[in-house]
C-alpha cells in the first residue's frame, strides 16, 4: 500500500487548460483533500472520469481509475463500487457531460444513493467543443448553437438531485480553494451519493460569469442553516439573487445502495470469487 501524498498524484502531462481556467483551482482542492483525507491510500481510490475539459483532469492526476464515455461516467463508478466496497470512487464530469448526457445517470445514483462522490465542474458551457451553451447556461445565452439567446432556463440539477434522493449535496466555488477542498472531503467521507457542484469560471468561453461575478454573486450558508431540513434546502435553491455555497442537504438516516442489496451487503463482489481466477479459456473464446 502507498500513502497518497503529494508526488504520487502528479504525472508528467502538462494542464491543457486556458489560462485562467477554474479547473486549476479544483484540481489544486482536490489533491488538497485527497492528502488531507489521511486515511486513504492509492489503491483505495478510484476516479472515473467524463469527457470535456474538465474530463480531461483523467490526464493531470495520477490514480486508479478510467476515462468514461461522455456521459457515462456514473455509470461506470457505480459498478467499481458494487464490486469492491473498500474503493472510495470519484466522478469528474462537466455541466455537459452530467447534467446533460448524463443525467439520467446522475438521477439513478441519487435513487439508489449509491455511494461515490460526484465533482460537477459547472463553468455553464461546453467548453472543450468550444463553447455552446449547457444545462446550466443562462436563457439567453448567446452562443455558436444559439446565435439569437437560448430559450430554456438552466436545469435546477441540485433541487433533482436532492428531491430523488442523493444524501449529501454541496455547492462550492473554485476561487474558494480551501472551502472547496473541506467539501470534497466531506463528500467522500459520507457513505452514500454525494454530489458536489464546483461552480467554476470559464474565462475562453463564459465572460459572464467571471471571478469577480462569483465574488459578489455568492454567499457562504451560516451557522443557522440545517443541512438535515429537505425542504429550507430546496427553498433555498429556489431563490436565485446569488448562489449559496456549503453543505445544502445532508441525509444521515439513509443506508447506501451497497449495504442494502442482499447479494452484496455481507460480501463485494470481489471478496466472492477465488483470488486467482483462470482466464485463459474466455480469452481463447474471444481471439
Ligand atoms: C457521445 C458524444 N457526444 C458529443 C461529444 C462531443 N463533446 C466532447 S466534449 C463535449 C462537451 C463537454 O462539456 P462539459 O461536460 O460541460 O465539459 P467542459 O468541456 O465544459 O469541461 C462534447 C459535446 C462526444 N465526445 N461524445
Redesign the pocket.
Known sequence: MTAITADKLITSIQPTWCPGCGAFSTLTALKQALIGLGLLRMEELTIIF?????GNTADFIKCCGLHA??GRSIANAIGVKLANHQQKVLVI?????LYG?GFNHLVAACRGNHDITVLV?N?H?????TGQV?PTSNQGTIGKSTPTGSIEIPIGALGTAIVNGAGFVARAFAGKTEQLSELIKKGMLYEGFSLIDIQQPCQSFNKEQDYSWYQENTFDLGEDYDPTNQSQALISLLDQTKLSLGVLYRNDQRPAYHRQLPQLNKQALVEQFPKEIDLSQAIKEFI
Not at 464530469?93 to 457531460?97: I, L, P, Y
Not at 458551457?125 to 467543443?129: A, D, E, G, I, V
Open positions: 467524463g469527457i470535456g475539459c474538465s464515455l461522455h464530469g462537466g455541466d455537459g457531460d448526457e465542474l463553468n458551457r461546453y467548453s472543450l467543443t449547457s
